[in-house]
Nanobody, 118 residues
Framework: QVQLVESGGGLVQPGGSLRLSCAAS????????MSWYRQAPGKERSMVAT??????????NYADSVKGRFTISRDNAKKTVYLQMNSLKSEDTAVYYC?????????WGQGTQVTVSS
């Protein structure tokens, strides 16, 4: 059974930091491209950060809006992908989703709420 379980969301003040985690099970984690997406109220879901599979070198890509502030990483032994979010802004408020992508399959987590507010 495939599972992606996000954690680490919450309420943080502008300028603060959070680290999201996504624990995976039920598939060969190291072979999948892992991504974080987010969806704010009234907006479409959009890509935040992506990290390629271990065999592809683990290269990363970021949305322009988060470059220099967010860092995606993965621990293939723990089957977990992380999103370190620094210098958070109110516009980062959204539900954050973890995604696992292969040539054939795409899996989603249930999402975790991140709220940036004073």
């Amino acid at each position: 059974q495939v599972q992606l379980v996000e954690s680490g969301g919450g309420l943080v003040q502008p300028g603060g930091s959070l680290r999201l985690s996504c624990a995976a099970s039920g598939f060969t984690f190291s072979m999948y491209v892992m991504s974080w997406y987010r969806q704010a109220p009234g907006k479409e879901r959009s890509m935040v950060a992506t990290i390629t599979s271990a065999t592809a070198g683990g290269s990363t890509n970021y949305a322009d809006s988060v470059k220099g502030r967010f860092t995606i990483s993965r621990d293939n032994a723990k089957k977990t992908v992380y999103l370190q979010m620094n210098s958070l802004k109110s516009e980062d408020t959204a539900v954050y989703y973890c995604n696992a992508q292969s040539w054939v399959y795409s899996y989603w987590g249930q999402g975790t709420q991140v709220t940036v507010s004073s």
